[in-house]
């Protein structure tokens, strides 16, 4: 009698395996030194099976930033709180940064390799662009037409500005962040009104 061949697990799961193994390496590695196969050990799989899922290692990025976006959008199922765009862009922004906390020791390693390597920055900056338009959408800021192009744009470079403080910010209470991201939103606030938007 032949034996049962073990169900597969769904793909959201091996997913989210392969992006926690890949965490954990890059909180105890240097994220430049990890490789595919380094990830696919970790994650007690097969490299055939990773590349089913992932294309590389910015993919596997990639996808880490997409679970952060869920997880920030769950938290404000009533909509981001706040009267003014800075506001609500400000909230939404801080809750990004307190929630990637988390996982602040591999995401340094990340960024940092990123750093150094300019093909990574990159080929991650569209799914960086995907977060700032998820999150403009959730402030319920317009993205029609070109203005909504620049917005994002704009946003981008401010979340990436803010980033590098991120980094470099161990305190408790993420003043130096805060403050980073006040600013920022105040020069995003600058372009719009040149936008006339």
């Given at each position: 009698?032949?034996?049962?061949?073990?169900?597969?697990a769904?793909?959201?799961?091996?997913?989210?395996?392969?992006?926690?193994?890949?965490?954990?390496?890059?909180?105890?590695?240097?994220?430049?030194?990890?490789?595919l196969?380094?990830?696919?050990?970790?994650?007690?799989?097969?490299?055939?099976?990773?590349?089913?899922?992932f294309?590389?290692?910015?993919?596997?990025?990639?996808?880490?930033?997409?679970?952060?976006?869920?997880?920030?959008?769950?938290?404000?199922?009533?909509?981001?709180?706040?009267?003014?765009?800075?506001?609500?862009?400000?909230?939404?922004?801080?809750?990004?940064?307190?929630?990637?906390?988390?996982?602040?020791?591999?995401?340094?390693?990340?960024?940092?390799?990123?750093?150094?390597?300019?093909?990574?920055?990159?080929?991650?900056?569209?799914?960086?662009?995907?977060?700032?338009?998820?999150?403009?959408?959730?402030?319920?800021?317009?993205?029609?037409?070109?203005?909504?192009?620049?917005?994002?744009?704009?946003?981008?470079?401010?979340?990436?500005?803010?980033?590098?403080?991120?980094?470099?910010?161990?305190?408790?209470?993420?003043?130096?962040?805060?403050?980073?991201?006040?600013?920022?939103?105040?020069?995003?606030?600058?372009?719009?009104?040149?936008?006339?938007?």
């Open positions: 009698m032949a034996t049962k061949r073990p169900k597969s769904p793909a959201k799961d091996l997913r989210d395996t392969i992006v926690d193994a890949a965490l954990g390496l890059a909180a105890r590695r240097d994220w430049g030194n990890v490789t196969t380094d990830i696919a050990r970790t994650a007690k799989i097969r490299l055939a099976d990773l590349i089913s899922v294309e590389d290692k910015e993919d596997i990025v990639a996808a880490y930033g997409r679970r952060i976006d869920r997880a920030v959008l769950e938290s404000y199922p009533d909509g981001v709180p706040g009267s003014e765009d800075k506001d609500r862009l400000f909230e939404i922004l801080m809750a990004r940064f307190d929630r990637m906390n988390d996982d602040r020791r591999a995401l340094v390693s990340i960024i940092n390799a990123a750093c150094r390597d300019p093909k990574q920055a990159i080929i991650g900056l569209p799914g960086i662009g995907r977060s700032m338009a998820w999150t403009l959408e959730a402030c319920g800021i317009d993205l029609s037409g070109w203005r909504g192009a620049a917005r994002i744009a704009v946003l981008s470079g401010v979340y990436l500005w803010v980033l590098r403080t991120w980094r470099d910010d161990d305190s408790a209470d993420m003043a130096r962040t805060m403050a980073a991201l006040d600013r920022g939103l105040d020069k995003l606030g600058s372009v719009a009104n040149m936008l006339g938007a």
